[in-house]
């Protein structure tokens, strides 16, 4: 199995490789990991694969979290792998730190995560635990240095995401909650505004329902 392989296996679930690692000895993975493959939505087709699916019809909590850990197991069950999620815990897994050290992701100007394609729209669904050593693609550098406008750094109306500051998530929940927050609704103005994401093909209905999620409605 390649990382092209698996990439192929996870796009037809409506997933797709968004990172990967070889671990080192200081690492904290499960026993006998030789790679760590971080999945992500495949932008546009996961959203149309989500909806079809059983789980997000049922009418049940957490339809998302459970269609993930379906469809997962089918991509890991063949490999030997183990599959991590972010959700689970405590203790969580490092998802994050993950992402950076794949050097396929970057800290932006505003603190969010950047992902070479997928821009500030990178999420993950899932980490993939092999004992395979797959090989890796060439290591990457971050966009954001040759982004010459920086948009995301002024594109929150109420200065929630901005530069040299913490996420403000009351003022960005009361905004989203305002008759002034409808098209932030529909997907964070700042992760619209990086030139990348435009590129990506993430549906308005896909960030409507992770906005609604956020907000615990």
Same mark, same amino acid.
């Given at each position: 199995?390649?990382?092209?392989?698996?990439?192929t296996?996870?796009?037809?679930?409506?997933?797709?490789?968004r990172?990967?690692?070889?671990?080192?000895?200081?690492?904290?993975?499960?026993?006998?990991?030789?790679?760590?493959?971080?999945?992500g939505?495949?932008?546009?087709?996961?959203?149309?694969?989500?909806?079809?699916?059983?789980?997000?019809?049922?009418?049940?909590?957490?339809?998302?979290?459970?269609?993930?850990?379906?469809?997962?197991?089918?991509?890991?069950?063949?490999?030997?792998?183990?599959? *991590?999620?972010?959700?689970?815990? !405590?203790?969580?897994?490092? =998802?994050?730190?993950?992402? /950076? +050290? %794949?050097?396929?992701?970057?800290?932006?100007?505003?603190?969010?995560?950047?992902?070479?394609?997928?821009?500030?729209?990178?999420?993950?669904?899932?980490?993939?635990?092999?004992?395979?050593?797959?090989?890796?693609?060439?290591?990457?550098?971050?966009?954001?240095?040759?982004?010459?406008?920086?948009?995301?750094?002024?594109?929150?109306?109420?200065?929630?995401?901005?530069?040299?500051?913490?996420?403000?998530?009351?003022?960005?929940?009361?905004?989203?909650r305002?008759?002034?927050?409808?098209?932030?609704?529909?997907?964070? *103005?700042?992760?619209?505004?990086? !030139?990348?994401?435009?590129? =990506?093909?993430?549906?308005? /209905? +896909? %960030?409507?329902?992770?906005?609604?999620?956020?907000?615990?409605?």
């Open positions: 199995m390649s990382l092209e392989a698996l990439g296996a996870a796009r037809s679930v409506g997933l797709a490789v990172g990967a690692l070889h671990p080192e000895p200081s690492d904290i993975f499960p026993e006998r990991t030789r790679t760590l493959v971080l999945l939505p495949d932008e546009p087709d996961f959203w149309e694969i989500f909806t079809s699916s059983s789980e997000y019809g049922d009418g049940e909590q957490h339809p998302l979290d459970r269609w993930s850990k379906r469809v997962v197991a089918s991509l890991a069950e063949p490999l030997h792998g183990t599959a *991590l999620f972010p959700y689970d815990g !405590p203790p969580y897994a490092p =998802f994050l730190q993950w992402a /950076e +050290q %794949s050097l396929e992701s970057w800290p932006s100007p505003v603190g969010l995560l950047v992902h070479k394609t997928a821009g500030l729209f990178i999420s993950f669904r899932t980490a993939l635990a092999l004992p395979q050593r797959l090989e890796l693609p060439p290591l990457g550098e971050s966009p954001c240095k040759t982004c010459e406008t920086r948009p995301c750094e002024t594109a929150c109306p109420v200065g929630a995401l901005a530069p040299a500051q913490d996420y403000d998530v009351p003022a960005c929940t009361a905004h989203l305002s008759p002034d927050g409808t098209k932030c609704r529909n997907g964070c *103005l700042v992760r619209r505004a990086c !030139p990348i994401s435009k590129t =990506f093909g993430r549906l308005p /209905e +896909q %960030s409507a329902f992770h906005m609604r999620a956020f907000l615990g409605e």
